[in-house]
């Protein structure tokens, strides 16, 4: 029974990321629940956009963009930023709006294998992931890999769907301000838009974007 345990235990967790560390995540978990809403959803809702590209296909703004704009610390620690985790706690205890302190790699472990939600099994499901990633996969594969799978609107996965949704071109060929833009929009896809921006969304694209200036490109030459 315990070989069998501990057999499922790797072939559901060790093994996915392993594979996933040099084959394309052509799908993730949250693509999958996306599909299962829209076809047993009574609401429209557009088809899934997605399209894989390699880490050379990815212009370097959009690789500066999410680092500036969700986890500036990302070349530094292994999976978790406990200087973010401590000002987030200190935070949430005087306020009743809640602030995250999630990774890239923690992002990239739950878009990839988990669900949306609060509970703490998730949380531990996500930091068991995180810390496998972490160990298994390079920095440049860890950011290559959540900018394919992140959602940047209903049914937009990946960076690449992205570009050619909102600007018409290839995510190679995307610019600071396109970038920051993007990027805008993570802490929230499905209420915030690319296509039409908020005053919000336009003031935080504007912070990224000085955020992606003072931090420039040695920060993804560092991965």
Same mark, same amino acid.
């Given at each position: 029974m315990l070989l069998w345990a501990g057999l499922a235990f790797i072939s559901v967790t060790l093994l996915p990321v392993m594979l996933l560390s040099v084959v394309p995540a052509w799908t993730s978990s949250f693509m999958v629940g996306y599909q299962m809403d829209r076809l047993t959803s009574s609401k429209q809702m557009p088809p =899934?956009?997605?399209d894989w590209v390699s880490?050379?296909?990815i212009a370097p703004a959009a690789k500066l963009a999410v680092i500036a704009a969700e986890d500036q610390r990302f070349s530094e620690h292994f999976g978790f930023d406990l200087e973010a985790i401590g000002k987030?706690?200190?935070h949430n205890r005087d306020h009743r709006r809640k602030r995250g302190a999630s990774t890239i790699s923690q992002q990239a472990a739950k878009n990839l294998f988990l669900w949306s939600g609060r509970s703490w099994f998730r949380k531990g499901l996500e930091v068991g992931y995180t810390? =496998?990633?972490e160990t298994f996969w390079s920095k440049k594969r860890v950011l290559e890999v959540y900018l394919n799978v992140v959602e940047f609107g209903p049914g937009v996965y990946g960076v690449e769907a992205a570009s050619q949704k909102y600007f018409r071109k290839p995510a190679s060929r995307l610019t600071y301000s396109e970038a920051a833009l993007l990027a805008a929009v993570l802490p929230n896809p499905k209420r915030l838009k690319v296509a039409t921006p908020s005053?919000?969304?336009q003031q935080r694209a504007s912070w990224i974007l000085g955020q992606m200036n003072h931090?420039?490109?040695a920060e993804i030459e560092k991965l």
């Open positions: =899934l956009a997605h880490w050379d296909e987030a706690v200190e810390l =496998l990633i005053a919000y969304v931090l420039g490109t």
